[in-house]
């Protein structure tokens, strides 16, 4: 009985965390707490999708702005073809997965470090590609312009809540059934050494393109939430370093290759987000000194440290054992 | 119907402004050569090679090619600090783990950059800024020239560094293997510090020529970053030949895109290249 409770008690505080998280904006909380839950959700679920490519998949993608400006675009495009950006929302996450799909043969090719820096230059090309491309609205919209997203009437600040609500629950879900599941231990196989893995039987080529397909899909519709919110999409933003920024940032301050990292380092960064606003250029100054003394001190991350002093017994035993160099800075 | 003639300027253009793009992305490649890590920040760090060009002109009165006397020194000191005090220790713990520092010293850099010189687009005006040569028909800035005559004898030293003298072969067998070399009785931290002092170096350089080429901002740091991947994997990572080449590919592809396709069609060409290159010679063309 003790054990049954133990094993669903994750479950269960995250159903109960998901009902009072949804009911929240009916209880008349002030909009601006909404507003950074919204983001909270958000950035969640994109960094939940990186914590799964480059923490268990061992897939650096520098790429999480490609399928998020991808998929804002579809999703804007649609409503102007007089599609409900309900359906956009989903389709531009089907288009960010069978992008994702497309370009994996290539990418695939390079290992490491060759992938890591292909699929950052994937997005500055499909920024170009944007910049060019006007496929609906004539010569005075697209392009460099960008396009508003059409036929928001009626659509509150709450509905988009929900969605990011359920898309940010939804990549913890979908990160958990991974982990759980074969697939996920032919990953944790690949990440530690892909020739033995392959040679076990595990269709290496196929596993990555799940999870690259999975996170492309997830990440896709969060980005095409965020520009249901904002309401206006153009090239430079939509494709910005910044989404692969806020993703990575989450990740690495919470814990990579960590379940419970993203939801910690997301948590760190909203609020370094809506704290550090007003400062300007000296907010992402300092998320940068923040990402260095992280990566320097606890490479880890903050999950990884808890878990360190879980094991050791204590903060005390932790630093005693580190001193003796006993604990070495472990591989991230 | 298009003549040569028409070509003859896109072209010339196109292998001057390669020669901008080999300094730039030399300095990549020698860090990714020699230690394995991708430095995010060397955009960010010619762009501040750059900004240090601007105040030494518009404060000082200073040519900026000048100022590399001062610049050059500057950078190699704070390359050696960089790397002893931030990147070592990550660079000993993954190969990710200094990715994402330098990344984080990209955003220290951009951003400390906005502070101080504010996001205002700057350029260098000299007294041969404007001034230009005319050979046939064609029009060449000299700023181009300059760049290009900078390209070549920046290639040139360092490979006669890394080629005649003892540390230039250190670095080049500890770039081939670590270990052996440390056998051989080659320190590889001191080694990887001068590597990427050296990187550094270039980076203000490069930060020269292309203030002298094209306005910056503290955020253009990053299209010439991406701009010296491209250069770097059409040429082959660590390949100090390939990336020279590289750069003059980037440059031509780019020139002729924009003369065939327009403005935007200008970076489109050569980065689908890059990405054909990647999917059909993932090592690059000149790459081992």
Not at chain 1, 128 to 147: D, K, N, S
Not at chain 1, 264 to 278: K, N, P, S
């Amino acid at each position: 009985m003790q054990t049954t409770v133990r094993r669903y008690m994750p479950l269960i505080s995250l159903g109960a965390a998901t009902v009072v998280l949804a009911v929240l904006p009916k209880t008349g909380v002030p909009q601006a707490w909404l507003l950074y839950l919204f983001y909270f959700f958000l950035f969640l679920a994109a960094a939940n999708m990186w914590n799964l490519l480059a923490g268990y998949s061992g897939l650096l993608a520098l790429c999480p702005a490609a399928f998020i400006g991808l998929a804002g675009y579809t999703m804007t495009i649609l409503t102007w073809l007089d599609i409900p950006f309900y359906v956009g929302i989903i389709a531009g996450g089907a288009a960010a997965a069978l992008f994702a799909a497309i370009i994996s043969p290539s990418v695939f090719r390079m290992k490491g470090v060759y992938f890591a820096i292909g699929t950052l230059v994937v997005p500055e090309i499909l920024r170009l590609v944007f910049l060019r491309w006007r496929p609906v609205g004539g010569e005075l919209h697209g392009g460099g312009a960008g396009y508003m997203v059409k036929g928001m009437s009626g659509v509150t600040a709450e509905h988009r809540y929900w969605l990011a609500l359920a898309i940010g629950v939804a990549s913890i879900i979908v990160i958990g059934i991974i982990l759980r599941s074969k697939f996920g231990l032919g990953l944790a196989a690949i990440r530690d050494n892909d020739a033995t893995a392959a040679s076990a039987g595990i269709d290496v080529f196929r596993l990555k393109l799940y999870s690259f397909v999975i996170g492309a899909f997830v990440t896709g519709i969060a980005g095409a939430i965020f520009y249901s919110h904002q309401g206006y999409i153009e090239p430079s933003a939509g494709f910005h370093i910044k989404w692969l920024m806020t993703a990575l940032l989450a990740t690495v301050i919470g814990g990579k290759g960590i379940e419970g990292g993203p939801l910690v380092g997301t948590i760190i960064v909203v609020i370094l987000h809506f704290q550090l606003a007003r400062y300007g250029e000296l907010s992402l100054l300092i998320q940068g000194i923040i990402l260095v003394i992280m990566m320097l001190a606890a490479p880890q991350g903050i999950m990884g440290l808890v878990r360190d002093v879980r094991k050791t017994g204590g903060v005390r035993a932790l630093l005693r054992s580190v001193s003796r160099g006993r604990i070495k800075a472990r591989q991230v | 119907m298009e003549s040569l003639a028409d070509l003859a300027s896109p072209i010339t253009i196109g292998v001057l402004l390669g020669g901008l793009y080999v300094v730039i992305a030399l300095g990549l490649s020698l860090v990714f050569g020699v230690m394995k890590v991708i430095n995010v920040a060397h955009g960010d760090l010619v762009i501040l090679g750059s900004y240090l060009a601007f105040v030494a002109s518009t404060s000082w009165g200073l040519d900026p090619i000048l100022s590399l006397v001062v610049g050059i020194p500057l950078f190699f000191i704070m390359g050696i600090f960089i790397e002893k005090f931030l990147l070592h220790r990550a660079f000993r713990m993954s190969v990710d783990a200094a990715l994402i520092v330098t990344f984080g010293i990209s955003l220290i850099i951009q951003n400390g950059a906005q502070l101080v010189w504010t996001p205002l687009s700057r350029g260098l005006m000299t007294s041969y800024t404007l001034e230009s040569l005319k050979i046939g028909d064609v029009y060449l800035p000299l700023v181009y020239l300059v760049d290009f005559v900078m390209a070549v004898v920046v290639v040139l030293a360092v490979h006669q560094f890394l080629k005649r003298t003892y540390l230039g072969q250190a670095i080049t067998a500890a770039s081939q293997d670590s270990q052996t070399a440390e056998l051989m009785g080659i320190n590889p931290a001191r080694v990887y510090q001068i590597a990427f002092g050296i990187a550094m170096a270039l980076a203000a350089i490069a930060g020269v020529s292309l203030a002298l080429t094209f306005p910056f901002t503290p955020k253009s740091g990053v299209p010439f970053l991406i701009i010296a991947f491209g250069v770097i994997i059409l040429g082959g990572l660590g390949s100090m030949v390939g990336t020279f080449i590289g750069g003059m590919i980037f440059g031509l592809s780019q020139t002729l895109g924009g003369h065939f396709w327009g403005p935007t069609g200008q970076l489109l060409v050569p980065f689908v290249m890059v990405l054909v290159v990647l999917t059909i010679r993932p090592q690059g063309l000149f790459g081992r």
